[in-house]
């Protein structure tokens, strides 16, 4: 029962904002106290639109998942990758949606932290 309650408690720190682009569902998960719901479509439709692979995509259901920080000014503070779809060519096109997609909008003054950390899920869908 503690690890079903602590599962739960998890699933519920993170919003998403969910949208598709050329066979890969692009996700992004935003920590709960950040309730911009416009400032996260936006964040996301950025780095749809910047999200370019003329590859052949890795198999259905395989993941690339990056953890950035955005500082107040909507630079990046960190941009790192958290787990591998498998193809090389495939992570790099999913961080270059990110880094194209920068500076994102400045953080609104409602949100007072220093960052905003952000989890963009990369998965190839049918």
Not at 25 to 54: E, P
Not at 72 to 83: A, E, F, H, I, K
Request: glycine residues 4%; hydrophobic residues 40%; contains cysteine.
């Amino acid at each position: 029962m503690k690890k079903y309650k602590i599962l739960i408690f998890l699933f519920l720190i993170f919003t998403t904002t969910s949208l598709f682009a050329k066979g890969v569902s692009i996700k992004a998960y935003f920590t709960r106290a950040f309730k911009d719901v416009a400032y996260q479509r936006k964040m996301v439709n950025r780095v749809i639109k910047n999200f370019k692979y003329l590859g052949k995509l890795p198999p259905v259901g395989k993941k690339c998942v990056y953890i950035v920080r955005v500082k107040r000014d909507g630079s990046l503070l960190v941009n790192s990758r958290w787990r591998s779809s498998g193809s090389k060519k495939f992570d790099e096109a999913c961080k270059k949606s990110i880094i194209r997609s920068t500076p994102f909008p400045k953080l609104p003054e409602t949100f007072f932290a220093r960052y905003l950390e952000v989890h963009f899920h990369f998965e190839v869908i049918k």
